[in-house]
């Protein structure tokens, strides 16, 4: 999902420059952050495969503490994806690739995830057929969105992105039903819901290009400070500002998380928090933010923090431990995503055998009042899945990684 991370070469002073391209060293935090939510990834979508709850995680009426911030910290999943996605295009070009070589990859790129996600990827959700527009949905869309963008000034793109982000709840109160026909068009575009095909089978639109293609934009001009000698501190600032917006923004209740009750094809966590019958449910009211589409607060919520723990991470090594695991994953984001599904899926059938449960297709996971009768397990056990499927992931994603590190000249290994 996101390219490789180097520096520039910068020839000695009074020497030719070698005509060779010098590699510098990746910055290794980025993939260690990237690795980070990769993991956390697989625990919400172990969750969805696995739980017994007939209800989602943000409604108030039937969540709890646990089950709500077993949700909440795989927010920042999509978030870190898309922005970093921008990040390493524009780093690709300070590696020697030109503006048009970068917009031909996120043309390219993006129609390729377009088409893994109505196959491999839809088909892995249920093993039905299944339309969908997920996470890789929307990230080769925005990739073939930048294509255009990424020929403006990097200074306009920055504009782009942040004006997106900032101003796209003015748009909340648009329903789709005031284009007509062409109501669908909004769907794609800002409000998600479920577009009709046939009778019997409609494509459910999560992810929507209002304002994930400014995520990524405003990616793509973060990648201009990671050149900086001082980039730590300007990653700490920024991601510490945004992470006080946040709080000031959520507490005063007037903008930035969509609006309650608009109808539409999932269960919509907006509006204002209010205070609930325990501190609790307080506190999940006050952190159930938007995620479809994702509103300001959700963005600075999910973005501010990862900023703030990529500034840590500046300078990490990863030579051993824990680092190293996270940035094997880190660097195989394609790679895992798409094994990742599979696999839970799987071990979802054999829990389900083991149980002597009923074992269970469903085409949309997050449908969870669909599941059959004495489905499903507790937190537990799913985090006990969870450790056992990311431990299962690392062997071929090392595999992978090492697989790719050998055969650089192989172009068409960076579309994995």
Partial sequence: MVTA?????????????????????????????????????????????????RTAPEDLAHTSGALFFTRFITHFCAPVFAFLAGTGAFLATRRGKSIPQVSRFFLTRGLWLVLLEFTIVDFAWGFVPWA???????????????????????????????????THNLLDGINPALFGRLYWSWMLLHSPGRIPITANFSF?????????????????????????????????????????????????????????GLPFGYPRSAGPWSVQPTLSLTVVSFFNTLKYPPSLDYLLMTLGPSLILLGLLDGAKAKRGLSRIL?????????????????????????????????????????????PSGYGHDLPLIYAMWIIAVAILYVPCRWFMEFRSRHRDWAWLSYL
């Fill in 5 to 53: 991370v180097s520096a520039p070469a910068v020839a000695p002073v009074g020497k030719r420059p070698s005509i060779v391209p010098i590699q510098a060293p990746r910055l290794v935090s980025v993939d260690v952050l990237r690795g980070v939510v990769m993991v956390i990834m697989a625990l919400d979508h172990t969750r969805d495969f696995l739980t017994s709850v």
């Fill in 132 to 166: 969908h527009g997920g996470v890789i949905w929307i990230l080769g869309w925005s990739m073939v969105a930048m294509a255009l963008i990424v020929r403006v000034p990097v200074r306009w793109i920055a504009v782009l992105g942040l004006g997106m982000i900032a």
């Fill in 204 to 260: 459910s639109v999560r992810y929507v290009l209002i304002p994930w293609v400014g995520v990524m934009a405003a990616g793509f001009a973060f990648g201009s400070l990671l050149h900086r000698p001082d980039r730590r501190r300007w990653i700490l600032r920024i991601g510490i500002s945004a992470t006080l917006l946040f709080f000031v923004l959520r507490a005063i209740n007037l903008y930035g998380n969509g609006i309650a």
């Fill in 327 to 371: 940035m094997v994953f880190g660097r195989v984001p394609l790679f895992y995503y798409v094994l990742h599904i599979y696999l839970i899926h799987l071990i979802a059938i054999v829990v389900a055998l083991l149980f002597h449960q009923p074992v269970w297709h469903g085409t949309v996971i997050a449908d969870f009042a669909q599941r």
